[in-house]
């Protein structure tokens, strides 16, 4: 692969535009939805058993929770997370088989949205996951883990084309920390301008029961690709987008996954602003860091481990929650 653009469609779509990213876990940002589940298409109760698919059922067992997110083992001192979820040193990370490891030092990448953590001890070699390597491609297919908020049964209707109205998507449900998990294909490759390459991949109702998209508390959650007949490290949960909207001007603001945002309201630069109706839905876009395009870094962490160089940064929060919003030139 010669650079992020690759043979995908440009990340600065039209119906990308309107997109405002709020990074999935940060509740210090007015931007930022605070919020059981990777949202999918089929179910609220959401996939919460581990996959049938043998290679994902082991990647269901590797995958830790830390904090209220998860984390994945890459080597036998450290595993990867999201960077805006703050600085979690001293909180442990636990797998489904009750096994647990404090966190000593936290490094955080200076070019993307990517934090590695070590730990006291050392991770057995079953608990450790391969990094993706290979190159992207359209609709390549993904396994997504997280533990972000459900979505309730409860429909959001707004405007159809060329008249009438339709269903649009379903309101988030609450939190409980269980973990989940859903599938997707991969639709382009994003600049987030700090948070580094984006994978973008779009909810669509037609995508089967298992199509996911994110939502608060998926944050630092694994994405999983195949290379070689084997499922790999390929990202971890970022953004998603849009998540606010109302079906009137003057209604409540709901927190929604949506698969069509047009014929709903968007608040743009401020005022509550109906996004145009069309034949073709419009729905929203999930982000996930890419750990292929930050490798260089990922490997002088993990391989080169110095304790004095050690980059801890504080603060939960990181700034410019728009990062993903593109524009046409």
Known sequence: MSGPASTFRAATS???????????????????????????????????????????????SQVGSFSDFLGTPIASQFFLTAKHLGNLTGQAITFPDATSYTTTAAFFDPASDLAIYQISGTFPNDKLVPLYAGSFGANQAMTIFGRGRSRTDTVVTGQRFPNGTEAKGWTWGGFTGDRSWGTNTLDSLANGGAAGTQLAWDFDVGGGANEGVLATNDSGGPVFLQEGGVWKLGGINYAVGP????????????????????????????????????????????????????????Q??????????????????????????????
Not at 16 to 26: D, E, K, M, S, Y
Not at 44 to 55: L, R
Request: glycine share 12%; charged share 10%; aromatic share 6%.
């Open 300 to 329: 002088s962490v993990i391989t080169v481990p110095e304790p004095g160089a050690l980059a801890l940064v504080g603060g939960a929060c990181l700034g410019g929650l728009a990062l993903l919003r593109r524009r046409t030139a």
């Open 243 to 298: 998540v606010l909207v109302r079906e009137t001007q003057s209604g409540p603001t709901l927190e929604a996954a949506v698969y069509d945002y047009g014929g709903l309201y968007l608040d743009v630069g401020g005022t509550w602003t109906l996004q145009s109706a069309a034949v073709g839905d419009k729905p929203a876009v999930s982000y996930s860091s890419s750990v292929p395009a930050n490798a260089p870094w990922v």
């Open 14 to 60: 039209a119906r990308r535009r309107l997109i405002v990213a709020a990074a999935l876990g940060l509740t210090c940002a007015a931007a930022a939805t605070p919020a059981v589940a990777v949202i999918i298409v089929g179910s609220a109760a959401g996939n919460t058993a581990a996959p049938t698919d043998p290679g994902l059922a082991t990647r269901w």
